[in-house]
């Protein structure tokens, strides 16, 4: 069982930053696929990043290429995602999710979610 904790949501402005963590515990960290969903109001949720345990191959959605970076701190049982340039349209809660296919796109391939963290973007 994969326990996840994500931390560093808010409140900023159009093109801001802010840096969300997702500590994980349970069974090992490094074997486990992690990404990154989000999920606005009345909306699907939807794919940001993904990454593979070793932290070499990543993935993002279109929406969030070069803007969004995921990472990941094997020691430290976190994944990270930075994100610049924040536009209103990213406002969603977001959602760390482990124990799936790497680079899978899809909620449905993910056996372990956080509570999410809220993230709003004023313009």
């Known amino acids: 069982q994969v326990q996840l904790v994500e931390t560093g949501g808010g409140l900023v402005q159009a093109g801001g930053s802010l840096r969300l963590s997702c500590a994980a515990s349970g069974r090992t960290f490094s074997t486990d696929a992690m990404a990154w969903f989000r999920q606005a109001p009345g909306k699907e949720r939807e794919f940001v990043a993904a990454?593979?345990?070793?932290?070499?191959?990543?993935y993002g959605a279109d929406s969030v290429k070069g803007r969004f970076t995921i990472s990941r701190d094997n020691a430290k049982n976190t994944v990270y995602l930075q994100m610049d340039s924040l536009k209103p349209e990213d406002t969603a809660v977001y959602y760390c999710?482990?124990?799936?296919?790497?680079?899978?796109?899809?909620?449905?391939?993910?056996?372990?979610w956080g509570q999410g963290t809220q993230v709003t973007v004023s313009s």
């Open positions: 990454i593979s345990w070793s932290g070499v191959n990543t």
């Open positions: 999710a482990a124990g799936g296919v790497v680079g899978g796109k899809s909620r449905y391939e993910y056996d372990y």
